[in-house]
């Protein structure tokens, strides 16, 4: 589904990756949101919780519902799938089947405040992870059922990055909100995030340093090649076998000497995580419906699903830059968040116009549309 990490620079800046996995294509659209952007937050029977941001950002986004005639999309309607804010705050939705079931009650005059709004909230509202922490104690957060999912309560966790490399996981888990820091700064899906790092104890011989000689009896065996070091990673791309390989990657990746350095590197370490069409496949009616969004439809007549990387982001969390890449290029797209800052209003740029040949979308960005 979706493997997220943190990386440092060897002056210990801080960058964030991470990929995101489905069987099908959804209208994802870049957005920028400036300063001083509303947002109002309702769920149903309780007060709304309103917001102005304290923060500009830059996000992936995505419509809660689908359009009508009557209703067309708008911006009300965007809601933050992945984002970084002018203070280097990032944050991360990943699916998460297990999210929902009973909730805590929540007074109905206490303005709550949707899980579909954590990521305009987390980077409208706060510039670091110790703030978002200490805000969630006294905000009521509440899963909501998604109209574009058929109904399905919000079934996503949520991480999120600092500039000073603290990270943070938000798990509904059967509907109890649990907040968890990350002392590793990866995250995938389920099982639940505690029994990842409990995991974790299973893998403490794991070494980047190869042993490409060892002796059996008389015999002395050599390896003919470099990288037996990673023989004992996980193979799978299951979210148990990504959690062990991204922390490996965290973990032993050489740090890099310069910001620009750093974010190809990341762009390395993320390449292990990409998945091509077709790579494992899931035929219908063989109990495959762990592979999707619970509640997503599937085109008509396919005869298979497959799980396919339908994008990768990159944050650069010192200097504000976020780098896309969708399924149809092989290079970033940048996008320069410092360059926004003269901006008012909202602009809001679909997946399909962005620029052809990858480079810097911010002028693209910049001149496009409020909606």
Request: hydrophobic residues 40%; aromatic residues 10%.
């Amino acid at each position: 589904m979706c493997t997220s990490l943190g990386y440092r620079d060897a002056g210990g800046k801080a960058y964030f990756g991470r990929t995101l996995e489905l069987t099908i294509d959804l209208p994802y659209q870049m957005a920028f949101f400036p300063v001083g952007f509303r947002t109002r937050s309702q769920v149903e029977g309780h007060k709304a919780t309103e917001f102005a941001a304290r923060h500009a950002m830059i996000a992936v986004t995505m419509p809660c519902r689908l359009p009508t005639p009557q209703a067309p999309v708008g911006l009300d309607d965007l809601k933050v799938l992945e984002g970084l804010n002018d203070r280097g705050l990032t944050f991360s939705l990943l699916s998460y089947p297990a999210a929902g079931g009973t909730q805590r009650s929540v007074a109905m005059t206490q303005a709550v405040l949707s899980a579909s709004d954590l990521g305009s909230w987390c980077l409208g509202q706060f510039a670091t992870v110790a703030e978002v922490k200490a805000a969630l104690d006294a905000q009521p957060v509440l899963l909501v059922p998604l109209a574009i999912l058929g109904g399905v309560e919000s079934p996503f966790h949520y991480v999120v990055h600092d500039a000073t490399g603290a990270a943070l996981v938000i798990e509904f888990d059967r509907g109890a909100m649990k907040v968890y820091d990350n002392p590793v700064g990866v995250m995938t899906n389920g099982p639940d995030f505690g029994w990842h790092l409990t995991n974790l104890n299973n893998y403490t011989f794991l070494s980047n340093v190869d042993k490409s000689s060892a002796r059996f009896g008389d015999y002395r065996a050599v390896q003919p090649d470099s990288g037996i070091a990673t023989a004992g990673l996980p193979a799978s791309n299951t979210s148990v076998g990504r959690f062990v390989r991204a922390a490996y990657y965290a973990e032993f990746t050489e740090k890099a000497a310069t910001p620009d350095l750093a974010v190809r590197t990341l762009a390395h370490v993320l390449n292990n995580f990409d998945r091509p069409r077709g790579a494992s496949i899931d035929y219908p009616g063989q109990g495959g419906g762990h592979m999707e969004v619970a509640g997503l439809d599937q085109p008509q007549g396919q005869a298979y699903a497959t799980e396919y990387t339908c994008w990768t982001s990159l944050s650069d969390l010192d200097r504000t830059l976020f780098f896309l890449r969708d399924y149809k290029s092989l290079n970033f797209t940048r996008f320069d968040l410092a360059a926004l800052a003269d901006l008012t209003e909202p602009k809001v740029l679909p997946f399909d116009r962005l620029p052809a040949e990858a480079g810097d979308a911010t002028a693209a960005l910049k001149a496009a549309s409020a909606a």
